[in-house]
């Protein structure tokens, strides 16, 4: 018994003892007694380092940032200023710019004078039937109602034919030239291949014929009684009325040949008033006679503007 008391009591004190132990192992386990004297020791530098470099670090720090910002300042003014150096490069190239364009001006400025030479080539390069033709405009079908006189005087060509005293008119309004109107007229009725009179301008006194330029509606006025539609033109009172609608366009039958038609109206028209009448075509493929009324067909005929179209120079003679 006392064994087993003294083994009783024991248990617990062993128990006690285990648990003492294992109390002691869980404080070592926990607050561990090894770990405590590194911190015992190493704290205390630790603590003494946390507290000594506070006052170093914050210097050292400060300095640390002052030197880094300087230093990042330069390094931070170099990139700026390498860029930089691009920019003053690519400013000089603006310089450039401007030369191309004085350039690309100077290639501009050529260019105007051939527009002028442009507009006016088919003003003056059209041709038909070989020969040069006048430039084309628009005629409105009534002008001004009023005929001016052509001043100044054209002198007949030297030669032994009668002299025709005539004066040429251009209804106020229309879009001719006066003055180049009369030179081709005049040209027209001193050809050799023309009537073979010596015609001799004048824009005052007594004349033998008036050839008179004259708008569609005026023309329809100068030849009352006959007929003229706006299209016809004809010879009436001691006057050549020309229609200038057809001066400006001519007729179909001449094929765009508007210098030969003028010539044909203007030699057509004044042969009236030389005594001639109308004449029919003499057969299909002939050369028509002037006194034939092209302009309204040609019946078969080749057109042909001239009274003697095989005459020389020396008709006048």
Not at 63 to 83: G, L
Not at 161 to 187: N, S
Request: proline residues 13%; contains cysteine.
């Amino acid at each position: 018994m006392t064994g087993n008391i003294d083994n009783r009591l024991r248990k617990p004190y062993l128990w006690l003892l285990g648990f003492g132990g294992t109390a002691t192992l869980l404080v070592g386990g926990s607050a561990v007694t090894p770990p405590a004297t590194p911190v015992s020791t190493s704290p205390s530098p630790t603590v003494l380092a946390q507290v000594t470099a506070p006052p170093v670090p914050v210097p050292t720090v400060t300095t640390a940032t002052a030197t880094a910002q300087p230093t990042a300042a330069p390094r931070t003014t170099s990139t700026p200023q390498t860029a930089v150096t691009p920019q003053a490069t690519i400013t000089s190239q603006p310089a450039v710019a401007p030369r191309v364009t004085a350039t690309a001006q100077a290639t501009v400025a050529p260019t105007p004078p051939p527009d002028p030479q442009e507009a006016g080539a088919p003003k003056t390069q059209l041709f038909a039937n070989g020969r040069l033709q006048p430039e084309k405009v628009r005629v409105s079908r009534s002008a001004s109602g009023r005929y001016r006189v052509v001043p100044g005087e054209s002198l007949p060509p030297r030669g032994k034919k009668k002299v025709v005293r005539y004066k040429v008119e251009v209804e106020r309004g229309l879009p001719f030239d006066a003055e180049e109107f009369a030179r081709e007229v005049h040209r027209i009725l001193n050809d050799p291949r023309g009537w073979g009179f010596r015609f001799h301008r004048v824009s005052r006194g007594p004349v033998d014929i008036r050839v008179s330029l004259s708008s569609p509606a005026m023309t329809d006025r100068r030849c009352l009684p006959l007929r003229t539609f706006g299209l016809l033109s004809c010879w009436n009172g001691g006057r050549a009325v020309i229609n200038a609608m057809r001066w400006n366009e001519g007729v179909p039958g001449y094929r765009g040949d508007v210098a030969s038609y003028r010539e044909y109206v203007v030699s057509h028209e004044v042969g009236h008033g030389l005594g001639h009448g109308h004449v029919p075509c003499p057969g299909p493929g002939r050369r028509a006679p002037v006194m034939l009324q092209q302009t309204k067909s040609l019946y078969g005929c080749r057109p042909n503007p001239w009274p003697f179209p095989k005459r020389g120079p020396r008709a006048l003679g």
